[in-house]
């Protein structure tokens, strides 16, 4: 759940290989600094254990002011520890803080006051705790565990809905995609990061540590691809019970899905499902904007790529 | 460059959802390619065993060809498997091919097996789409119904292709289908059922997509300065051609073009020194409508986009110009993986000697295969005539 929120707070934005401070309360899932240093792109440095709202205001106010964690993620803060009333906090006029609060109840007060926002900061609480935060209108950012709800009887509302479950443990009884290489793959998965080659000037997707031009490994340097924009080259949809079986959760979650091919610069194409969008809605040419989404677990670890929305799609169906 | 090698004798179990295990499937195979030699055969004479196979749902993934001496019949016999997709079939005769040629071997078996049915729903769509691009396609929820409805959306939208042209394709594989008592599905359809049926990955249809099949194939070649000792009607291999081409569809120049096909049929051509004119009927790899169109390009049947109008003019029908797949093809046939590129020469056998029945193509002296593993990531053509 920890890196679910840490997704939320940073779709897109984790372009550097730089090392990251996390400090996170709460208890704290198996394997979560993996998961963090998945979606941020560098090793991460984690801080664990219990805080309270007191603490967590002190924690903010540290990683703004760049003296702590840069990112503080709080999961089940500790009521009895949190001292009474809401903490405030003051924040700067930039820099990115990621802050999440977990299923406070109904009516309770805003667990913390963080005033108006400024740009670059992304607040990121839960559910509806989302809605008592103040200010936090205009720089919300999600990503959501799985799609909209594209079926009928569905709930309305559920989108980006958290999965607090641990992955299943699921084995594959077929094809299945090696850690190694999905980790390694992450920054074109997820930022749809391409090598760019110095000696010959050819552009390759995904990244595979190699030029497929010239075959030179020595010569690449990061491209990123533009996160929207992208031009449909060709549309499918997966009836129900076509997809591969990791997907069936995905399914279960959001319905059936389509996939679409999408040229992201001249020559260089990804194969993308697409989310929030029904049958027929993306066609050949349409420009399509990419998200970061859930796709399915696999052998206990979630995995996550980017998914093609309509363009401008908003981010979720929170406050705008 | 003369006959690379010379078929004496082939047999085909009935594809489909079948009772029989894959052991029971490669002996029923064997014994009846060996009881079709018209002079009959010595087990012991077999040189060389090649077994094609995906090894779908994890049954004997390693080792698996050693079983083909043992249901052969043919004790310590030299084997090795072959794997490349759903173009295992068509890889393992081109290796066969070659044993002959260098000498290694007199006398050769392929063998094509798949055994798909009796697995869990679940595990079956586990292991659907394996042979396709796992780091990058497969991530994006797609088998190969997927990786082939993207490629007939594009297909249709560039060449302004109606949707009725890949409905004619199954229309005319089913009608083919049923006169072969092989078949999986031995039953006409017509195009009004086509369209109208669900659809699995839009814009293919259920009608638009190969069934999941069990069953087996087998050949046996000899080289053709001995083929005489074993028949007085031998079918010759005269050219073989293969090529790959990227596992993803995403990373190839153009969405709707096999460049592995058009260099495995420039090479077939080229090794069998003939041309296209003297072809009279081809198998073409269609385990969707949309690959049987762009079969036909792409093996230089047909122009670009212009595959659509050639089978809803009816020239490929049984009764045309160009008849394709005469067996049904893998859309009524049946494809169970392993077996197929064996079972289209299976289907050569009996049209170039004749023996096709009710199904017989009229004056066929000359055919091609075509066999594709995944979305074009590998294809193996051959060539073969009556000499």
């Given at each position: 759940m920890a890196a679910t929120a840490i997704e939320r707070a940073v779709p897109g934005h984790a372009a550097t290989e730089s090392r990251w401070t996390v400090r996170v309360t709460g208890p704290v899932l198996a394997n979560v600094s993996d998961g963090f240093s998945a979606v941020l792109g560098g090793p991460v440095e984690l801080h664990e254990g219990p805080i309270g709202l007191g603490g967590l205001a002190e924690e903010i106010s540290q990683a703004v002011h760049g003296n702590g964690p840069q990112l503080v993620v709080a999961v089940d803060l500790d009521p009895d520890a949190s001292g009474a009333g809401s903490a405030r906090v003051v924040l700067p006029t930039e820099g990115a803080v990621a802050f999440v609060v977990d299923e406070a109840p109904e009516g309770s007060p805003p667990p913390v006051d963080l005033g108006p926002l400024p740009p670059g900061a992304y607040v990121v609480p839960r559910l509806a705790a989302v809605h008592r935060v103040q200010g936090a209108a205009s720089p919300l950012r999600w990503v959501g565990d799985w799609d909209a709800a594209l079926g009928k009887g569905r709930p309305a509302?559920?989108?980006?809905?958290?999965?607090?479950?641990?992955?299943?443990v699921r084995v594959s009884e077929g094809a299945y995609l090696p850690k190694p290489r999905y980790r390694e793959g992450r920054a074109s998965r997820w930022r749809l990061v391409a090598d760019h080659c110095t000696a010959c000037g050819a552009v390759s997707f995904p990244s595979r540590g190699r030029c497929r031009q010239c075959l030179r490994g020595d010569r690449l340097e990061p491209h990123p691809l533009p996160l929207d924009g992208a031009t449909v080259l060709a549309t499918t949809w997966i009836g129900r019970?076509?997809?591969?079986?990791?997907f069936d959760a995905a399914v279960e979650a959001s319905g059936p899905y389509g996939v679409v091919i999408v040229?992201?610069?001249?020559g260089v194409r990804a194969t993308l499902p697409v989310a929030d969008a029904a049958p027929g809605e993306i066609r050949i040419n349409d420009r399509v904007g990419t998200r970061l989404r859930r796709l399915y677990a696999i052998d206990g670890e979630w995995r996550y790529g980017r998914k093609a929305v309509p363009l401008g799609s908003p981010d979720g169906p929170g406050p705008s | 460059m003369g006959h690379r090698a010379a078929v004496i004798g082939a047999g085909h179990t009935r594809f489909g959802v079948l009772e029989e295990g894959p052991r029971s499937l490669v002996r029923a195979a064997v014994n009846q390619a060996i009881g079709s030699v018209d002079k009959g055969i010595e087990r012991r004479s077999i040189g060389r065993g090649y077994l094609a196979t995906l090894g779908f749902g994890g049954w004997q993934i390693g080792n698996a060809s050693a079983l083909l001496g043992e249901e052969a019949g043919v004790p310590g016999l030299p084997s090795a498997r072959v794997e490349n997709a759903c173009a295992s079939g068509g890889f393992a005769l081109h290796e066969a091919v070659n044993a002959i040629r260098s000498g290694e071997a007199e006398v050769a078996l392929v063998v094509g097996l798949e055994k798909m049915t009796d697995v869990s729903n679940a595990r079956r769509r586990f292991w659907l789409?394996?042979?396709?691009?796992?780091?990058w396609e497969r991530q994006a929820g797609l088998t190969f119904a997927g990786v082939y409805g993207l490629i007939a959306d594009r297909y249709l939208s560039v060449h302004s292709v109606p949707r009725a042209a890949l409905g004619a394709v199954a229309v005319k594989n089913h009608a083919n289908g049923a006169l072969n008592s092989n078949a999986h599905f031995q039953k006409a359809v017509t195009p009004e059922q086509v369209a109208a049926a669900p659809r699995v990955a839009d814009p293919l249809g259920v009608y638009d997509c190969c069934p999941v099949s069990d069953g087996a194939a087998a050949l046996l070649l000899a080289s053709p300065d001995i083929a005489p000792r074993f028949t007085d009607t031998p079918i010759y291999i005269d050219g073989i051609g293969a090529s790959s081409d990227s596992?993803?569809?995403?990373?190839?120049?153009?969405?709707?073009?096999?460049d592995a096909t058009r260099r495995a049929a420039e090479s077939a051509f080229r090794s069998a020194d003939t041309e296209r004119s003297k072809v009279s009927f081809l198998e073409v790899h269609?385990?969707?409508?949309?690959a049987e169109l762009l079969g036909l390009e792409d093996l230089g049947f047909a122009g670009r986009g212009e595959a659509g109008a050639l089978t809803l003019s009816g020239a490929t029908a049984r009764d045309g110009r160009l008849p394709v797949n005469p067996d049904g093809g893998l859309k009524a046939k049946g494809h169970p993986i392993g077996a197929t590129g064996v079972s289209q020469a299976y289907e050569v056998f009996l049209q170039l000697r004749g023996t096709a029945g009710a199904r017989q193509v009229p004056n066929a002296r000359t055919a091609l295969t075509h066999n594709v593993g995944g979305a074009g990531a590998t294809a193996a053509v051959t060539i073969f005539s009556v000499g």
């Open positions: 509302g559920r989108w980006g809905d958290i999965t607090t479950d641990p992955p299943p019970g076509g997809q591969p079986t990791e040229e992201l610069e001249p | 789409g394996v042979s396709g691009d796992t780091e596992l993803a569809v995403q990373e190839r120049a153009d969405l709707t073009r096999f269609d385990c969707f409508t949309i």
